[in-house]
């Protein structure tokens, strides 16, 4: 795996009810944090930008920003630390 090579953990996760939220803790995590923020607001600006409604905008800038959040998730998984109450 992955993270077997990594000297220091990216992200780290923390529980909150059932779910695992993870957040940097070095500064490549901080870096692809803000990488897809800024992707996330960029596409949803231009899919404001490209209709005349807001719930056209929205149909169109979900399947983007869905893909922007898997980005993220891929990289809190590949290069964070595996959550130790998580089922193997």
């Known amino acids: 795996m992955y993270t077997k090579h990594l000297s220091h953990y990216w992200f780290k996760p923390r529980k909150v ?3 695992a ?7 490549p995590g901080w870096i692809v944090t803000f990488s897809c923020a800024f992707f996330f607001v960029y596409l949803l600006s231009l899919s404001l930008e490209m209709t005349h409604s807001f719930s056209d905008a929205l149909l169109l800038f979900a399947p ?8 993220y ?5 590949r290069a964070g630390q595996y959550p130790t109450w998580w089922r193997k």
């Open 17 to 19: 009810g059932w779910f």
């Open 64 to 71: 983007r920003g869905i893909v922007v959040l898997l980005v």
């Open 73 to 77: 998730d891929l990289f809190c998984f």
């Open 21 to 27: 939220l993870f957040y940097p803790t070095n500064f």
